[in-house]
């Protein structure tokens, strides 16, 4: 069916539609979306008006989320104020409501105005509430000042209540019962997992169609932007025309997405795309995106509050060092909040951490990331705040914070979040935003409370730790997780010490190429974007140890595949004009593109003959990468040692090439004087970095490289954009198809139902990420994934990454539990995606046997340890799971992002009760399974009975604990997930 034609201006609701249909507001529940079309509770912020054809670059005078000041302002003024009178006086028939805009919610007489200038805007002031003795100011954290500000202004227009802004403005550090809603500012998407997001819109534009509903209501409410940076590979290195080599390529593989998203730019309102090759989704939201302080038309007003966001990928933390409130959720929560659902949550933890001293010579921020990261997975921040406050504080610049930010899913943290302060104010006029919006900033949070100085009383924590800065030392971690420190002193004893772990079963003895690879051998040396490429500091410094290194005649190893992803153009901009990009060409970092390279397996191919080696000898080689993650297999699937490191360390250990050199003891070569060069000899200072960034690095580089931030290239410009308001599904694609989710779906819900005669899929153990979960990376050249696409013509060499082909339901499904690393204790003797099938009694595929199992009509569970789910916030961890017929997941404990999209796909997650776990409760996984206590309703936090009978007839009865956190979570497993029961809404109003 091919869709209908659509105008520039159709497929967008418009506030005279709202009122003309005025039963979608009258008989809606309380958090349904219409209560916040846009500002989600009751009426909406006028969105800016886009071109119909391609993205508009927002003019840097501007916020570059949503203009201030656009042409339409008054007229939407007007309708917003006409809607909110109706409601006021809807719900409130006895009272007499004014039509004048200042008959808006006062909530706790806190709203005010301020003066900026050019303007004047309303705010809602936190100190009020403090002089009414409702909020203790000094006390409570900055972040939870953050999220009282949001309730604040909120209050009155629907779901959230002034009873929230007490509940979270007397924050007491403990956890408090209930959820409170947070209503984001905006949402940021990179490709991997926006694809998903804009498939399962345009599938909810069809089931609205399908079930009689208007399908042009399906549009993002919550202004979006998505950043390109998640499909380049490195095909090509180590030369000069690799980025180009390796840019043509990625628009060859991913021409189905990127019409698609194109597509979604043209169709969707209040959708932007940033195309690829501009820079990663963190680096432009830290560089750019972020005002900081919003300026925005909000119910009628133009109002300022502090920027916020939700992003779908994990480390969206990295916006922390700004201090804006945002972090990472599944795509499927994103999808929520972008069409109007409130984010619940519960109240949050805070931990403070105290940061005292100062970074000794010779270390970098990355070094203190890893340190803080181990600390604090080890002092278990899991679900909760940490806020970092401290003299230690001011001697951080902006990017050592961002760095640290970034890394909060390794430490576990929901946010890592660093208040305002004099070094914010100035990172924006160092990047260039407009005198306006930094005067706003410092303007908003001084008057509103939320700006910290040395003298500013420390917060009261539910918990403090204290890091004393100066006992940081150059470090590394790995070799499979963040949060194992290791000191660069110690890597050659500790790599020994893991070796055996890493070798394959019956490792052969080593062979070598060229007489040098073996185990312990680097090859790969990746100064990959994302953590540390928006950090100067560490970039001038690889910059200047290439430079060194060059002067005294070494080079990188010639088995050392070695990259350079910058995370935006300012990067190379700088580099080049500190004359630095031409020694780290020199030393094999050519830039191969500007996005998420290494860090999420799109590493490429290794030479020929050194994959050839590596399989025949069993080796365990090493990739050192300037990351955040390093999980199995996540890097490259031959390589089995994965390190994360400074940039810096980036470039010392590709000339070193191995990872058993002392490299603070030992040389990392012999210069061509013939003399022993050390590490020490090519270490930049602090004071060579400093004078460089003082004479590279200008506002104006900033202004000039975001200025065409929207525009793209050539082959992005001239990319054919599939017309219509509803997409064009192709049934031969491989890259893009309509998924199941909302097929047939009916128009209410089903009752609860227990769950009986289950089998178990898989057995798993402690810290499976959704790295083992979710397909990522290559596509194994035997698995189910890359039988589908041999079935259907695609050569090995177009098969792309599963990363790439996420809005492919038929391949992800395939792939899911298919990491070639995972161990399924049904199957102890293998590795990798194997099962055991209880209906034939084979060794099949995970994917053969789950399907076997819907055929049959046996339901699925999944036995879990602690930490299941730990890593990158992916959709399609439980978007698989449910497609595999996994109707619940019993596990020891929960990382929160899977938990919570476990629930948005419908998928029950269940603890064992405290002290039991599979091991003490004797269970194996070839048991038959029942969950009973789900029928009658669930209760969040409550118990189910669950019972497994043995093989031999025998029967282990046990309670397992509700992990649904609230009533909004029962509801939507009630509705099977969150999309369905917003398409359900949608329908009804």
Known sequence: MNPEPIGPDKGKMHWTDVERH?????????????????ARTGEAERPRRQQPLGPVPIPLKQDAVVAPGDCHRHRCRHDQNRLSHYLSARFHPTKRVSTMTNAAPNPFGSRSSIDLGA?????????????????????????????????????????????HVLQIGRWTGHPAPGEIPFMPARVVLQDFTGVPCVVDLAAMRDAMASMGGDPQMINPVVPCDLVIDHSVQVDHYGTADAFRQNVALEFARNKERYQLLKFAQRAFQNFRVVPPGMGIVHQVNLEYLAPLVQLRDQYGELTAYPDSLVGTDSHTTMINGLGVMGW?????????????????????????????????????????????????????????????????????????????????????????????????????????????????????????????????????????????LSTVAPSLAGPKRPQDLVRLADAPKSFAASLPSLKPTNAG???????????????????????????????????????????????????????????????TDYLNAAGLSSYLDQMGFQTVGYGCTTCIGNSGPLSASIEETIQKNQLVTAAVLSGNRNFEARVHPLVRANYLASPVLVVAFAIAGRMDLDLAAEPLGTGRDGKPVFLKDIWPSAEEVRSVMASCLTPAMFRTSYGRVFEGDAEWQELAVPGGSRFAWDRDSTYVQEPPFFQQLPTTPGDYSDITGARVLVVLGDSVTTDHISPAGAIPKNGPAAKFLLERHVAQVDWNTFGARRGNHEVMMR????????????????????????????????YDAAMGYIARGTPLVIFAGKEYGTGSSRDWAAKGTNLLGVRAVIAESYERIHRSNLVGMGVLPLAYEAGQNRGTLGLTGREVITITGVAKGPVPGGTVDVSATAEDGSVKRFKAVVRLNSKIELDYYRHGGILPRVLRKFLGH
């Open 119 to 163: 303007s004047k805007a309303v705010i809602f002031r936190l100190p009020e509430l403090a002089r009414q003795g409702l909020i203790d100011l000094d006390r409570i954290p900055f972040s939870i000042r953050i999220l009282v500000e949001n309730a604040l202004r909120h209050a009155g227009r629907g779901v959230v209540t002034e009873d």
């Open 22 to 38: 005025l039963s979608r507001v009258e008989h809606r529940p309380a958090g349904h979306f219409i209560h916040a079309l846009g």
């Open 815 to 846: 792939g899911t539990f298919g990491n070639v690393r995972i161990k399924n204790a049904l199957v102890p003797e293998k590795e990798g995606n194997w099962t055991l099938d209880f209906g034939t009694g084979d060794v099949v595929s995970i």
């Open 328 to 468: 990472g959720v599944g795509g499927i929560e994103a999808e929520a909040v972008m069409l109007g659902q409130p984010y619940f949550m519960l109240i949050p933890e805070v931990i403070g951490m105290k940061l005292v001293g100062q970074l000794p010579v010779g270390t970098t921020a990355t070094d203190l990331v890893l340190q803080a990261t181990q600390m604090l997975r080890k002092h278990g921040v899991v679900d909760k705040f940490v806020e970092f406050y401290g003299p230690g504080l001011s001697s951080l610049g902006l990017a050592d914070r961002a760095t640290i930010a970034n890394m909060a899913p390794e430490y576990g943290a929901t946010m890592g979040f660093f208040p305002v302060d004099t070094e914010t104010i100035e990172y924006l006029r160092r990047t260039g935003r407009p005198a306006d919006v930094v005067s706003r900033a410092e303007r908003y949070c001084k008057e509103n409370g939320l700006f910290r100085t040395d003298t500013t009383p420390d917060p009261v924590f539910t918990t403090n730790l204290t890091f004393d």
């Open 509 to 571: 003895v080593a062979g070598t190429v060229e007489g040098e690879v073996k185990d312990g051998s680097v090859v790969i040396a990746a100064i990959t974007s994302c953590t540390n490429t928006s950090n100067p500091s560490v970039m001038v410094g690889a910059g200047l140890l290439a430079k060194k290194a060059i002067e005294r005649g070494l080079c990188s190893k010639p088995w050392v595949k070695t990259s350079l992803a910058p995370g935006s153009r300012v990067v």
